[in-house]
């Protein structure tokens, strides 16, 4: 008998949240995340403007990029709320226990998220591509964060 060539659950989980991001609004960098425990999804977030509120598009553009902020910078500039806070967003709307989840993530995370990740009791992250945040990485090494870098998707 063939035995399938089924993809592991971290590539599986990866290639979700690339779908995810799909939804993304954001005119810089579209962001998937989700929420896994126990290999079940718990939540899954995009980074875009709040809800009911103008998408940048509709609004001439990005804010940040007519600013020539680069990334990583100001981003409290930014309309969009990123993947990682609207995934904990989300479970909190639906009442979900997040402690010792963990996040799968395109990008690594910002500093503000890094730290709300903490806070939510996030224990591991796999994301996907690097972001100009040494504050981030430092902050959630100290926290005993497990943090992955995955291997890039092979379809």
């Not at 910078?73 to 479970?91: G, K, P, T």
């Not at 995370?109 to 040494?134: H, Q, R, W």
């Not at 981030?136 to 926290?143: G, Q, V």
């Amino acid at each position: 008998m063939k035995k399938s060539k089924r993809p592991s659950w971290d590539v599986y989980f990866m290639e979700i949240t690339e779908l995810v991001a799909t939804r993304a609004t954001c005119l810089r960098r579209k962001i998937g995340a989700i929420l896994v425990k126990n290999r079940m999804i718990l939540a899954t977030g995009y980074n875009g403007p709040p809800k009911g509120v103008p998408h940048c598009d509709e609004l001439g553009g990005c804010l940040r990029e007519k600013l020539g902020i680069p990334s990583g910078e100001r981003m409290e500039l930014s309309r969009a709320v990123h993947a990682e806070q609207n995934v904990i967003i989300q479970a909190a709307k639906m009442g979900t226990n997040i402690d010792g989840a963990t996040l799968y993530v395109t990008n690594h995370p910002c500093f503000i998220c890094a730290k709300m990740l903490i806070n939510a009791g996030v224990t591991k992250i796999i994301y996907s591509k690097g972001y100009p945040d040494e504050y981030a990485k430092k902050i959630l090494e100290e926290a005993n964060v497990e943090i992955i870098q995955s291997e890039p998707s092979k379809k």
